[in-house]
């Protein structure tokens, strides 16, 4: 099995785990985030033979100064993405939900298995790198964080803090939160130095 098949498939061992998871420094735009999701979804195509095609987000106003909304919900899958009037993401929310009703072979249960490919896709569009291959060491580390921390993941990652959650059962929630874009608080001080926020996002290919 080719290495890279091997790595999906690693990947979606954890969700199946789950039955009943670098970036810019100002933020990923949302033109960027759509060009490598579909990007991802040929690339998955490729190396896993599957014919899947990439889901289309609905678009609608979110708030004031040209704030904007890209969603899909489905049985399976719900994708919540927030810009900001200049397009870059503010945050990303990937829930990957096993549906009611789903049992080995029906099509509750192979929307599941497909919806499980598209997380994957829409996770790899958070990075930054041009090649779909790096792309997917960011989901590779997310689902490695995660079984090393029984099903939990956060950590701050270029202009994001990224949090995820798995519930034996039900599920899995990605998050992806911009904080370059969230004005400082001013925090009491212990008198020790503050830590500079991670940025080796460049590990990731």
């Not at 929307?111 to 060491?137: G, N, T």
């Amino acid at each position: 099995m080719p290495r890279t098949v091997r790595r999906i498939v690693a990947l979606l061992l954890l969700v199946c785990l789950l039955p009943a998871g670098a970036l810019a420094l100002s933020g990923q735009t949302m033109a960027t985030f759509t060009s490598y999701y579909r990007d991802n979804v040929a690339f998955i195509n490729s190396v896993t033979e599957r014919h899947m095609l990439p889901i289309e987000l609905e678009e609608s106003s979110y708030g004031t100064d040209g704030h904007m909304q890209y969603a899909i919900q489905s049985d399976a899958l719900h994708v919540t993405v927030i810009t900001d009037g200049s397009g870059i993401i503010e945050s990303c929310e990937i829930r990957l939900l096993f549906p009611q009703g789903a049992v080995e072979g029906n099509s509750l249960y192979l929307d599941y298995v497909s919806a499980q490919y598209h997380s994957i896709a829409f996770i790899m569009s958070m990075h930054v790198s041009p090649d779909p291959e790096s792309r997917l060491l960011l989901a590779e580390e997310i689902k490695n964080g995660m079984l090393d921390n029984f099903g939990a993941y956060e950590r701050q990652l270029g202009a994001y803090t990224i949090q995820c959650i798995g519930v034996p059962g039900e599920g899995a929630v990605y998050t992806f939160t911009n904080t370059s874009l969230v004005p400082a608080q001013d925090e009491p001080s212990d008198g020790d130095p503050t830590p500079e926020p991670l940025d080796d996002f460049e590990h990731l290919g």
